[in-house]
C-alpha cells in the first residue's frame, strides 16, 4: 500500500532492536546508574572485598576428588588473575595461554 513504510531486511550483523540517538541511550545509561546506586550498590567500584588467596582455596580443596567438589560448599571471595602453567615434554614451563595442545 502507498504510504507505508517498506521494512528493512535484516542482516545477521545487525541489531534486532530500534537504533537509538546517543542521547537516549546516555538516558538510559543514567537511570540504570541511579537505580544502582539506589539499591545501595557503587555502580564502579575501585576495590573487592577479599576473604581468601587463591593460594588458600587451591590448599582447601586441593586433597578433594571430583565427587567431593561438586557436593561440598566452599564459599570464598577472590580477585586477581588466575594463571596455570603446563609442563611440556621438554621439562620447561609454560602459560596455559600460550601452551600447544
Not at 13 to 21: G, R
Not at 24 to 52: A, M, N, Q, W
Request: hydrophobic letters at 30%.
Amino acid at each position: 500500500m502507498e504510504g507505508e513504510k517498506k521494512k528493512k531486511k535484516q542482516t545477521a550483523d545487525q541489531p534486532q532492536m530500534m537504533e537509538l540517538d546517543e542521547n537516549e541511550l546516555i538516558r538510559i545509561r543514567k537511570e540504570k546508574i541511579k537505580k544502582i546506586e539506589e539499591l545501595g550498590f557503587d555502580p564502579y567500584p575501585t576495590s573487592y572485598p577479599v576473604d581468601h588467596t587463591i593460594s588458600e582455596v587451591v590448599e582447601l580443596c586441593r586433597e578433594m576428588n571430583a565427587e567431593e567438589l561438586e557436593t561440598k560448599e566452599i564459599k570464598a571471595k577472590t580477585a586477581g588473575r588466575m594463571m596455570d602453567t603446563i609442563i611440556s615434554a621438554t621439562g620447561l614451563s609454560q602459560p596455559a595461554a600460550e601452551a600447544e595442545c
